[in-house]
Structure formats: C-alpha cells, structure tokens
C-alpha cells in the first residue's frame, strides 16, 4: 500500500473531509503506526471552531497557535506498528502501541525536568502535527509510544489525554485528609476519568456535579460516592452541606464562568480550585477570598509522558474502572463531532476501523 486515508480540518469551521495522502517511510528514529483507534476529545470541537473563548479578551485561535491547515487532528491515538525506521530500537513491527501526544521542544527547562506538559513551545500530535484521524500516523520518535499488548486500545486511548489530564491535576491536588471531600465538576470524558483516576489514587469522598442526571449515575457507578445537580439555584449551599463544610478539592473539567464561581464559594478555608476543562469565558472572584479563604486557584494543562506510564501501569493493575466508551467508524466523525457537542455523548467517542 501506498497511500492511506486521513479525515482532515481543511477550512476552520467546517466539517471534516476525506482525503488520500502518501504513505510515509519512517527514517531515523520514527515509527508509522496503522491506527486501530482514535478518541474524540472536547478539545477537538475547539479545534474545528478553529478558536478558543478568551472572555473579554476576546478569542484564542488556532491559528495564532501555530496550528496550520489542512491538518489531521485528532490526539489520542493507538495503533500497531506497521514500519520502524532504521534508528528504532525498542519497538518492533506488529506491536500495540498507545502514543503520548504532547511532545515539548525538549529544549527548555520544563522538557529537561520531564515537565512537557509545561512547555511553552508543545509540538502536540493532533494539532501541530498529523494526527490520529487517519488510517495512518507517522510519530517522530519510539520514546513517544507506550506498550499496550493485549489491552482493548479503545479501553485504553483515552487515558493519553483526559487521564494524564487528570492525573496531573489530582497530583497538584495532593492527598486529602480523612473527611475531606473533592468535587469533579462535569461528567463528560474527562470527569468521567477523573473520578475514576481519583478513586484509583486513593480518593474516596467525591462528590461528581454536573447537570445531564444521566451523566451523574454514570459517574456514581465510576465511583463518585455524591452527586450534585448544578442545575439548581443552591448549588453552592447544597455542595457545602454535602460536604460537611469540608470540600477541600475541586477539579473542574468543565473550565466556565459558572463552574468557577460555584466552586470557590463552596470551597472551604485553604481549598484548592483546580480548572483543566477549557469551555471559556471569564473567571471572576472576590479577590480578598484569596488570603480570607486561604485558597489556591490553578491551572493544570495536559501531562506527562511519565505520567501515561504510570496510568498504563494502573490500567493493567486492574485498579482504574473503565469509563463508557462508544466505538464508531472514523468515516463518521462529522456526526459523532455533532453528537459530542449536543452532549449525547456518555463517556468517549472511540473511532475504530471498521471490520
Ligand atoms: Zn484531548
Ligand atoms: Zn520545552
């Protein structure tokens, strides 16, 4: 074969489009993976908008990223290995592999301390470079796949954006005292693994918030112990007396006006409000909170290779419940794209080759 197919961005906004491409030759250190699934992620709808809302500064677009089109999108990406180039050392050809998608300039302080995720200059696969939307996918380097042999990779894919996503958020949390409760606000992908991941990591009292009732029972059974319909004038009454006035962590995988506010009045004295959901606007807070509460308001984007390690190791360990996921052909991206953004998604869209 000689060519392969790729679902690409070819104008921001526009729908997805099939086009047939080359198929590359991997020189040097490269690996090209045949793509045995792929995940829909939140981020990839901002992506196809080709902006980000900024609030009152306006819009962040993709373009001003550094994100060039026609692309393949797409960054959550596993496959068997079809190709090394000749530099290749520790994979071999018909491997599963995972990919770690958020590869730094590996120059910079953040890369040389195995922080890329705090990298200012990411060459993230699925937007600065070809993705997983495709038949095919080319990755720069064998140190950017993780083992998966005789995982499900549609299982597994997720984890390599919305778990180290997660994973990262919960380490900056910290441990929580007995008693203490965390709240995950929003139960689409990424809170979904949240919960999951936190219960893995040790986290009991988690209290889920969304405002779609089918995705809180779907997050009790992941594992939230409470959960709370935002959709509610009290939200932030209703939290604390869940809590027992002790909500000391919150995740915030939705990232809004809205879900900031009800989690820094709901927080008690020396909580931590961490965002790493993206849906925009302006966050907005009485500044004296920030001595008077004792409070840590933070940003967690993305995470590390070394991170996806440890989620695989936990995967196989048995020790993190697997969220809903839904397998569909990746010829049908246009409408899981629709699907997603109505919120008629439960879990992760995993696209799959059809069989
Ligand atoms: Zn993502
Ligand atoms: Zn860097």
Redesign the pocket.
């Known amino acids: 074969m000689t060519e392969y197919i790729s679902y690409d961005l070819i104008e921001w906004g526009h729908p997805f489009e099939e086009r047939s491409n080359e198929l590359p030759a991997p020189a040097g250190s490269e690996v090209l993976i045949r793509v045995t699934a792929a995940g829909l992620?939140h981020?990839d709808l901002h992506v196809q908008k080709g902006f980000m809302d900024l609030g009152e500064e306006g819009r962040l677009t993709f373009a001003e990223r550094g994100a060039q089109l026609p692309m393949t999108f797409g960054?959550?990406i596993a496959g068997l290995v079809e190709a090394v180039g000749p530099m290749v050392k520790d994979v071999s050809v018909g491997q599963q592999v995972l990919v770690f998608p958020w590869i730094g300039c590996g120059t910079c302080e953040a890369c040389a301390e195995g922080r890329e995720s705090d990298c200012a200059a990411m060459r993230i696969i699925g937007l600065k470079q070809k993705g997983g939307f495709a038949t095919h996918c080319l990755i720069e380097h064998e140190k950017f796949l993780v083992d998966i042999e005789g995982l499900d990779a549609a299982h597994v894919v997720p984890h390599a954006?919305?778990g180290i996503t997660v994973y990262n958020a919960l380490e900056k949390m910290g441990p929580l005292r007995d008693g203490a409760w965390m709240a995950i606000m929003g139960c689409g992908g990424l809170g979904m693994n949240a919960v999951a991941i936190a219960h893995a990591m040790g986290v009991t009292n988690i209290i889920a918030i969304d405002i779609d009732d089918a995705k809180l029972e779907a997050a009790l059974e992941m594992g939230a112990a409470k959960a709370l319909n935002a959709g509610c004038d009290d939200a932030v009454a209703q939290l604390q007396d869940m809590s027992e006035g002790r909500l000391m962590g919150v995740i915030d995988t939705f990232g809004s006006a809205s879900t900031g506010r009800i989690a820094v009045r709901a927080l008690a004295k020396a909580g931590c409000y961490i965002v790493v959901g993206q849906a925009g606007g302006d966050f907005k807070m009485p500044q004296v909170w920030l001595p008077q509460k004792a409070m840590t308001v933070r940003g967690s984007h993305v995470g590390n290779l070394s991170q996806l390690r440890t989620i695989i190791d936990m995967v196989r360990a048995g020790k993190i419940k697997q969220m809903p996921i839904e397998r569909r052909p990746l010829s049908g991206i246009n409408q899981a794209v629709e699907d997603l953004e109505a919120g008629r998604v439960s879990g992760r869209i995993v696209f799959q080759p059809e069989t």
């Open positions: 992620c981020s960054h959550e954006c919305s």
